[in-house]
């Protein structure tokens, strides 16, 4: 069963912050997060493993509760560049790389 | 450039045709994946190869036939396709099957008429 993302689509300014939230019916044993940009391959930001890991990506982290089977993409000081669609792949307890991705959510930064 | 490379990025096919899709990885990986994205859709995952086994077949139907001859390069055999199987074909790699970071291509467009 996919995970449920949420919102599916923010608009920002420039300079705003936002939080992508990804949450599972499952229990998960780590979440990834991708980037993708309108025509382009999706790229990788980070995987969280299970224990609430907190890992960074320059303006951008994420958290991941196991207990809630929830992971959420922090956004701060959004960049133009940050536009793009994310989606969260989760993974069953060591289902290597059997990833079931969420439905994305639309990310807009405006200048 | 993301290391891997997928041809033809653009298809136009009739439901009888046979076609072939394309991917090459140059990052040393040894798992390959084919995903399918379908607008409004998550990502789906059909198919994984793992030093050149397959070793995921998410249900496919079998007029998707995918074909690994080395771990490098990964095909997908097209045959008899229906509208609906209109979409993006997304290849990716990785190291390995146990967890880590997906390397995707740009992706295959694919429209059946």
């Known amino acids: 069963q996919q995970p449920v993302q949420s919102p599916q689509a923010v608009i920002l300014r420039e300079g705003e912050d936002a939080v992508i939230n990804c949450s599972s019916s499952?229990?998960?044993?780590?979440v990834h997060w991708y980037r993708q940009k309108h025509g382009e391959a999706p790229v990788f930001l980070m995987i969280?493993?299970?224990?609430?890991e907190q890992k960074g990506h320059e303006k951008i982290s994420a958290s991941f509760n196991e207990k809630k089977q929830q992971s959420s993409l922090y956004l701060t000081a959004s960049q133009l560049s940050y536009s793009g669609t994310y989606f969260c792949?989760?993974?069953?307890?060591?289902?290597?790389?059997?990833?079931?991705f969420g439905g994305g959510t639309r990310l807009m930064v405006k200048p | 450039e993301t290391g891997v490379t997928q041809t033809p990025r653009h298809l136009v096919m009739g439901m009888t045709n046979k076609k072939s899709l394309k991917c090459e990885q140059h990052?040393?990986?040894?798992?390959m994946y084919w995903y399918k994205q379908s607008a409004k859709k998550p990502l789906e995952l059909m198919f994984v190869?793992?030093?050149?086994?397959?070793?995921e077949n998410n249900s496919v139907p079998s007029r998707f036939s995918p074909e690994c001859p080395n771990s490098s390069h990964l095909f997908l055999h097209l045959h008899t396709l229906q509208p609906e199987d209109s979409a993006l074909y997304l290849c990716a790699s990785s190291q390995g099957t146990g967890g880590g970071e997906l390397f995707f291509g740009e992706g295959s467009r694919l429209t059946v008429l």
């Open positions: 792949g989760t993974e069953l307890y060591n289902a290597g790389n059997m990833l079931t």
């Open positions: 499952k229990a998960l044993y780590s």
């Open positions: 190869y793992n030093f050149k086994e397959q070793t």
């Open positions: 990052l040393g990986h040894n798992a």
């Open positions: 969280l493993l299970k224990g609430g």
